[in-house]
């Protein structure tokens, strides 16, 4: 094979592609036809291979009874098949690949996978790959290299070889490959929408009814919108669609905001929402009922990123997509959550103990799960058996046994819970007590020696109390099981590249006391102390308090805020709380037993983050609407 240094073999490559657009000749019916006239088995070989398979497994491929009998091996079955396909089969050793089709190509992934690019025509890429008929890969190198990708089948025993050298030869004429995983940039996207938008203006009505799922421009463009959620920290991308001539519109949640990101024109609408079922492998031609399902991003060479999908059938024959970006999860240290400096020991002293129920509580989004999980990840020893049962497996961790519950076959958090106890727990979680049986059951645990968490859609600790009785739970029992309460929020938080701090007046501080203060009850009874304490914890070296607001910045992409911040309640189980519950008490008595145990509130916690720089006040007023 010549070398890249060399000039190119362009009258090679130009003869391979003409070869490749020329009429396939007529192929065989059936693949064991193929293999004969290939001269690869006799008809006697062929025929005992059938009465065999006839026999034994009816339903098992013939060719993979032929490799298992000896008759062929993997490498001649594999090179047959894609011949009897019309897949054309190379020597590498006959071509020098063209550099721009190796650059299209990020070297890590041609060597992992043993892909040789030989040349870009068009918008194809034409490549060498070990197995022609993998569509996971070919979605890779879709992606990879933004082209439609049109696979071609090696000699055995040529490509391993055959790439090394070409990205050698490529390295030394001084050209590097592309890294692999090269993140989207918004300019990326928005250049694929514009191009979409002008071949929209271009296409005539009949035209855009042939608008496909699989149109190569269409496919980049969800590609890169992902990837492009995925490096902006965004939770959900949401795809809305609407009646001609109005747009697609797709927003992203970044920090917990919905952000405007892209707009796509109207012929695009029900292509776009086919590309994403069909990376769900979901069913494209049903459009009435809501479905859902997984796209595992890595698949189609994207990074590490699992996206849960959700379709809702809108009006007019219209569906909106949302998808929620799962992968790449880690837990976080406990102590990074923010919590604060009473909340967080109190939370590890009950953490220690052998049995009971610990609860983390709040709305949807709020960061429940990841809390659960940080909270595992001191508790995951090798001295413990914990059991997990999710939905959906959101974060993993070694050491856990982590179980995805599925309703739809009766793997129930209940039936899960029933499970576990019969395989040896120490400590068990649950996603969510979403009735009654599970939450018995998760109490029936803690009373039998194991430690059961899990999580509640309530809005503060004690709320979470009179919820688990009024679905029926024994308030015997349940006091008795009961060791903590944590109810939580998230916020913005504050870029610290950018945030402009501001002196805090006589009235702006009055008001920060009076809003503290009120959130236990106590009105303005107090205000001096307070305001010394946090003079002594927060103020500068004389004393003065400051609050900060957002700014904007190339950092934090102009809105002031970067990632998010946690405000906690935590209640802890005492004696004179478990009496409370044995009577049922409201709420309101909760809370004020709470309190006078140092129950620090939502808002209360809050106001602190907004005097240590952590977030500004306007965004823990929202979340913790009193």
């Given amino acids: 094979m010549t070398d890249l240094a060399q000039p ?75 011949q009897w396909l019309g897949v054309h089969v190379v020597d590498p050793r006959d071509y020098t690949p063209q550099p721009e089709a190796l650059r299209r190509v990020p070297q890590a992934l041609a060597e992992r996978e043993g892909v040789l690019p030989l040349m870009v025509r068009e918008d194809t890429l034409v490549a060498v790959l070990p197995d022609p008929l993998d569509r996971g890969l070919l979605e890779q190198l879709r992606f990879a290299s933004e082209l439609r990708v049109l696979p071609l089948a090696a000699v055995p025993g040529t490509l391993p070889a055959a790439v090394a050298r070409a990205y050698r030869g490529l390295a030394r004429n001084g050209t590097a490959a592309p890294a692999a995983n090269a993140a989207a940039r918004p300019s990326d996207l928005r250049s694929l929408a514009a191009d979409l938008a002008a071949h929209a203006a271009a296409t005539t009505a009949q035209d855009a009814a042939e608008v496909s799922e699989s149109d190569n421009a269409l496919v980049r463009l969800v590609n890169r919108l992902i990837a492009d959620a995925a490096e902006h920290r965004a939770s959900d991308i949401h795809v809305e669609t609407a009646e001609a001539p109005r747009p697609v519109r797709v927003r992203l949640r970044i920090d917990g905001e919905l952000v405007p990101w892209l707009e796509l024109p109207a012929i695009y609408r029900f292509a776009l929402v086919a590309r994403l079922k069909i990376m769900a ?60 400096a009473s ?16 609860l983390i509580c709040g709305p949807t989004g709020c960061g429940k799960t990841t809390t659960l999980h940080s909270v595992m990840r001191e508790l995951n020893t090798t001295q413990r058996k914990i059991w997990t049962a999710e939905d959906p497996v959101e974060i993993t961790q070694d050491g856990l046994r982590q179980v995805q519950v599925n309703a739809r076959i009766g793997w129930t958090f209940a039936a899960a819970m029933r499970t576990f106890l019969r395989a040896d727990p120490d400590v068990v979680m649950i996603g969510e007590m979403r009735d009654e049986e599970t939450a018995r059951i998760a109490v029936e645990a803690s009373l039998t020696g194991h430690l059961v968490m899990s999580t509640l859609h309530t809005n503060s600790a004690p709320e979470s ?162």
């Fill in 343 to 358: 909340n967080l020991p109190a939370l590890r002293q009950v953490m220690t103990k052998p049995y009971g129920l610990i």
């Fill in 281 to 340: 492998e979901l069913d494209i031609s049903e459009h009435r009922k809501p479905q859902d399902g997984k796209i595992d991003f890595a698949r189609f060479g994207g990074p590490r990123v699992e996206l849960r999908i959700v379709t809702v059938p809108t009006t007019r024959g219209m569906e909106d997509v949302v998808l929620r970006l799962l992968g790449g999860l880690e837990p976080i240290p406990l102590d990074k959550l923010g919590l604060s």
């Fill in 465 to 626: 109390i009179t919820r688990l009785l009024e679905i029926g739970l024994d308030p015997f029992t349940f006091s008795d099981s009961l060791l903590a309460i944590l109810a939580q929020r998230l916020v913005r938080r504050l870029c610290t590249a950018c945030r402009a701090p501001e002196p805090l007046d006589a009235r702006a501080l009055a008001t920060l006391a009076h809003l503290y203060l009120a959130s236990s009850g106590r009105g303005d009874d107090g205000a001096g102390a307070l305001l010394q304490r946090w003079r002594e914890r927060h103020g500068d070296e004389h004393g003065r308090l400051r609050a900060y607001r957002h700014v904007g910045c190339d950092r934090c992409e102009g809105s002031g805020y970067h990632g998010r911040l946690g405000l906690h309640e935590l209640l802890v189980a005492d004696d004179r709380l478990r009496e409370l519950i044995r009577h049922r008490a409201s709420a309101a008595e909760l809370q004020a037993a709470g309190l006078a145990t140092g129950l620090v509130t939502l808002r209360q916690d809050g106001i602190v983050k907004v005097l240590a720089g952590h977030t500004d006040l306007s965004e823990v007023l929202a979340a913790t609407n009193q």
């Fill in 8 to 82: 190119p073999a362009h009258a090679a490559l130009d003869t391979l592609w003409q070869a490749i657009n020329d009429a396939p000749p007529a192929r065989e019916p059936h693949l064991g036809e193929a293999l004969v006239a290939r001269g690869l088995l006799d008809r006697e070989t062929l025929a005992q291979a059938l009465r065999t398979q006839s026999r034994t497994e009816p339903h098992r491929l013939l060719g993979q009874t032929l490799v298992d009998s000896g008759a062929l091996s993997e490498a001649q079955l594999h090179m047959a098949m894609a």
